[in-house]
């Protein structure tokens, strides 16, 4: 399975449901878990550990147990993206720290119409195809080919 990336609206297949403001769907829809990807987000973009599934325990352990609502934008699309592959999110709430976890999401649909990303994560590995036809093994050659406007490289020799 690959993570299906969308840079508009018309290349979404109509089967796929299209959220664009993640955040209400993730409190109403989307649970923590204990995942090693999940833990590592919530770490990495919130310095939040996982509490039980409809909290964490933020970077002011002393405040206590607050309710999952509470956590970040990017954490709560790139948590909805995960558990729910089968419908499409917008990620362009998102901040660099939650970007950088694209390569590790080897499932779900995203929309990503304003493709800006420095990356600075520690992969090059990825599994994206883009818009429905071009598949992706290599993040910088899948950014490359985004910030290019979408026009395909060819493949890599490698």
Known sequence: MALHVYTSEKFIPQ????????????????YLSTDPLVTDILWTVDKAKYNNKNSFISRVPEIGALN?????SGTKT?????????I???IETCGGNALDFIPYLHSGNI???LAVLNYAGDSTE???ILNGSRQYTNIFRFLETL???????EPDLE
Do not use: Q
Request: hydrophobic share 35%; charged share 20%.
């Open 111 to 113: 929309l990503w119409r």
């Open 88 to 90: 499409c999110f917008s």
């Open 147 to 153: 910030m290019d406007g979408g026009n395909f490289y």
């Open 78 to 86: 790139l948590l909805n993206i995960i558990n729910h592959p089968d």
């Open 15 to 30: 089967e796929i449901r299209l959220v664009l403001w993640g955040d209400s769907y993730f409190d109403t829809h989307t």
């Open 126 to 128: 990825c599994d994206i």
């Open 68 to 72: 999952k609502n509470y956590l970040s």
